[in-house]
């Protein structure tokens, strides 16, 4: 506890002067990216906390930016306002999506997030009077710091990194007290835990409510950082995207969410990069195969993310007997018990 | 709107049956395994656009879509024995999640292989369109329509009255008590990821002629499919097929009368009340054991 005290102080510390040495408008644009990618990963993982996958939830991203936009176009509200509501107006629709859906076991409610998600970006593509379409929605309002200017790229970092640590913060505080334990009992057993007097359906509410609003969040702040939205960052692709963030980091693991969003959001400028120089005909989303090839690996041999997984590797190769309960062969088992 | 709806049943009818092949994929990897494999339009995907090579090359259509769909069920199995069996025994959300990787890659290869072009078939008999009952169907359409069935029909005789399709039905049933009779579970997930892409790549070179073929049309089939197996029950071959035409005719219905950029949702709603409403889906079937 100490040393992740200890560690989340050095990461604030690191994060407060990172800037300092970052001077390219393209690295602060990366990080603010990076930030927001965070904060919808971090929800995902939260939800995995409690042993269930979403592939709704670039559907939630995408409701917090349309909601933010619209309200601040066409209300004439200050983001400063319309970002918290459409956070809040989010989290309602999660409640009401999780009413029937968190009823669903296992991969049912996989399923059902992933019907939401499409049927959202179909939405955000046919209701052209509300949303323009594939056109999209342009000038967006921007934030304004002290009600004069439109926020820099630099406040946008600060504003966007308090957010991301705020919310890694509230997110592990959630998993290691009581509302943690019951999850943790949760994941090993939804019908022990509930035999234990833990009241499955609400915590599991909670956390894909809590999850929603992380997306919401993020993809408000979004709207109105780049200032233009289109449903195609908010379709089933991304929702995939987001999965694959979480699960390098360890679909259970709430620091590993950070890692996965920076990680993977690198190693995709890296792909866009580099590739072409190998191959100069591809175009488009040839990268969908890396990633592919990426997930399938990772979920074959570290079911439990790659910080997690390197951990394990360097345990089995000083440790070669069986460890109880700490082989790599046990992992899945052990982490995914449904 | 009178002339519309016979041209509209029509045409549900004839992605409905492309469906109903896809569907049927997903229920035989489903009732053996416990793994919806997401990655079954991809399959359809890969034998259209191999299909479609092979023809550049000279070679007759009949011969193009056998070494297609030989070569698409050699994936199939490559499929199950690299992705899919190195993780067996891990929980269903980690096989379904490795199934996303699966498809993401084929569909990234395929745009690497074949570009982001669309592809094209000709009808395997060339003429003039037939007209039904007030509706037009082409004739490529009869094909769709009669090879599903036909293919529907070998699978459940092949279930119904073969020892390995015997094999294959007690696997569903029980993993376990299969094994102790000398049937091997493993085998059998070969044979169900195997038969899945037959099936798939039945449904994507028939349905190429109709609708052309590209890179990233495996994850909307897919998807349709898919729907179509969960609105059967998932562990129901019969609900499946049904389940192929259902959503084939609400898909046409909702194009014709409400717009066409609605149809997937509703597909969508519909996949959603039948989740929501009845876990086993609409066609009542027997619930899959976990194994």
């Known amino acids: 506890m100490t040393w992740e005290r200890a560690g989340f102080a050095l990461l604030a510390a690191g994060v407060a002067a990172l800037p300092v040495f970052v001077s390219t408008a393209y690295a602060l644009a990366l990080l603010n990216i990076i930030g927001l990618y965070a904060i919808v990963t971090v929800g995902l993982v939260l939800l995995g906390c409690s042993g269930q996958v979403s592939l709704g939830q670039a559907a939630f991203y995408g409701l917090g930016a349309y909601g933010s936009a619209l309200l601040s176009r066409g209300l004439g509200w200050s983001p400063w306002l319309t970002i918290p509501a459409a956070t809040a107006a989010v989290a309602g629709v999660a409640y009401a999506v999780g009413l029937p859906a968190l009823r669903l076991a296992g991969h049912f409610f996989v399923l059902a997030t992933l019907g939401f998600g499409v049927i959202v970006n179909v939405l955000m593509v046919q209701l052209v009077p509300v949303t323009g379409g594939g056109n999209g929605l342009r000038d967006i309002p921007p934030l304004q710091i002290a009600g004069i200017r439109p926020a820099t790229e630099r406040q946008f970092y600060y504003l966007i990194w308090t957010l991301a640590l705020g919310a890694l913060l509230l997110a592990r505080n959630i998993t290691s007290h009581r509302t943690g334990r019951a999850l943790r009992a949760i994941l090993g057993s939804e019908v022990a835990a509930a035999a234990l007097g833990v009241e499955v359906s609400r915590y599991k509410m909670q956390v894909f409510v809590a999850s929603a609003a992380y997306a919401a969040l993020a993809g408000a702040v979004y709207a109105h950082y780049i200032r233009f939205i289109s449903p195609s960052p908010f379709a089933l692709y991304a929702s995939l995207f987001f999965l694959i963030m979480a699960v390098v980091g360890g679909l259970t693991n709430i620091w590993g969410g950070l890692f996965g969003a920076a990680a993977v959001t690198v190693l995709d400028q890296v792909i866009r990069a580099q590739v072409p120089r190998v191959f100069p005909r591809v175009g488009g989303e040839y990268q969908t195969a890396i990633y592919g090839v990426l997930l399938v690996v990772i979920m074959i041999f570290f079911p439990r993310g790659l910080v997690r997984g390197a951990i394990d590797l360097r345990h089995a190769q000083a440790h070669p007997l069986p460890v109880p309960g700490g082989t790599a062969d046990a992992e899945p088992a052990e982490e995914w018990r449904a | ?291």
């Open chain 2, 1 to 291: 709107m009178s002339t519309l709806l016979p041209q509209l049943l029509l045409t549900g009818l004839t992605t409905g049956s492309i469906y109903a092949l896809v569907a049927l994929g997903f229920v035989l990897i489903y009732s053996v395994t416990g793994i919806l494999n997401f990655a079954q339009g991809e399959f359809s995907m890969l034998s259209a656009l191999v299909c479609a090579t092979l023809l550049a090359w000279h070679l007759p259509l009949g011969a193009a879509a056998l070494i297609a769909a030989a070569a698409v069920c050699a994936v199939g199995a490559l499929t199950e024995r690299l992705a899919i069996r190195p993780a067996s025994g891990a929980h269903p959300l980690t096989l379904l999640i490795i199934t996303f990787g699966v498809s993401m890659a084929f569909r990234g290869i395929a745009l690497m292989l074949w570009g982001a072009d669309p592809y094209a078939l000709p009808e395997f008999t060339p003429g003039p369109a037939l007209v039904l009952l007030g509706g037009v169907l082409i004739r490529q359409a009869i094909w769709a329509i009669a090879l599903s069935l036909a293919v529907v029909a070998a699978l459940f005789v092949f279930f119904a009255r073969t020892v390995p399709g015997a094999a294959v039905r007690a696997c569903a049933d029980n993993a376990f008590a299969s094994r102790l009779v000398g049937i091997s579970p493993r085998r059998m997930s070969l044979l169900a990821f195997t038969l899945s892409a037959a099936l798939g790549a039945v449904a994507g070179i028939v349905m190429t002629p109709i609708t052309g073929a590209t890179y990233d049309m495996g994850l909307a089939l897919g998807l349709k499919g898919f729907v179509a197996a969960v609105i059967g029950g998932l562990a129901n071959a019969p609900g499946a097929v049904l389940g192929g035409y259902l959503v084939g005719l609400i898909e046409a219905l909702t194009t014709g009368y409400l717009s066409p950029g609605y149809g997937t949702a509703i597909t969508f709603l519909v996949l959603l009340a039948v989740l929501f409403l009845q876990r086993e889906g609409l066609v009542h079937g027997a619930r899959r054991r976990p194994a």
